[in-house]
């Protein structure tokens, strides 16, 4: 935990939290991308309406739109660019909950939402999308084999802990404090975005109005935000992050289990059998149909 937490010196030492304050956390490959994009075009929709040509999810990529906590690093620790963000503030973070600041945990009004996937698709998608960057910039990707990130996985050798303890913790602290954090899952959103959308804008606190979704905002956001709709963004097709990674690299299918297209059987169990002994007693089922598109 002290080498994670090193990560990220100015949250630690520099970040304060304003009561108003939105969080969204998550795993890497767990549908943040998404995430980030619903909770901007929801809470900006007064400005920005779905519609709007120049709507800033039509020439940004969602995370350009909702930055994550601490990306300035170290050497910007005194000069946290969050600061300069207006209130309310969409802020994301990969880390778990027992490494994010005590100010974030325990401070009043500020919440966190936390999205949360089927490890086996968010070990196939980390793995597919680690192949991908690294051969931008003239890396080997040849040795690094599904095998060899299936064990890491298993052994919970990841950069932000263990899959499931990530996700168990996020899953009590839901359970102790709803008001403060909301759990989601990623495959319920894909089968009920809409449903989804209504619950995280309540959370935020910014509930649809009974004139919103009967102008039909709630679906108008959700197709701004599919994935078939950012996709199709010309930022998305032909743009660059600072880091020189192409835009369209954080998107794939989205789908629910697309794992069965690339794991046997045998690696399915096992990683089945890892995560259920961890989680049992919890309440917290990370089980998703098999059959992808």
Partial sequence: EEALTGYFPAIHAHFVPRPDD???????KS???WLKALSFATLNR??????DADHPLRRRNPHDCVRFLGASGADEAKDEPAAVLRSPRVLATHLPYSLLPERIREGEGSRIVY????PKDVLVSGWLFTKKTSAMFGLDVQSYTLQEVFDLFCEGRCINGPHWQHALEYWEESLRRPGKVLFLMYEEMLREPASSLRKLAEFMGCAFSEEEEDGGLVDAIVELCSLGELKSMDVIKNGSNHL??????YFRKGVIGDWSNHLTPEMAEKLDKIVGDALQGSGLDLSSPTVSN
């Fill in 31 to 33: 549908g943040t991308t």
């Fill in 115 to 118: 999205i949360c996937r089927n």
């Fill in 46 to 51: 007064a400005a920005h309406r779905p519609s």
């Fill in 22 to 28: 939105i969080f969204l956390a998550s795993f890497p």
């Fill in 244 to 249: 020189g990674v192409k835009n369209e690299t």
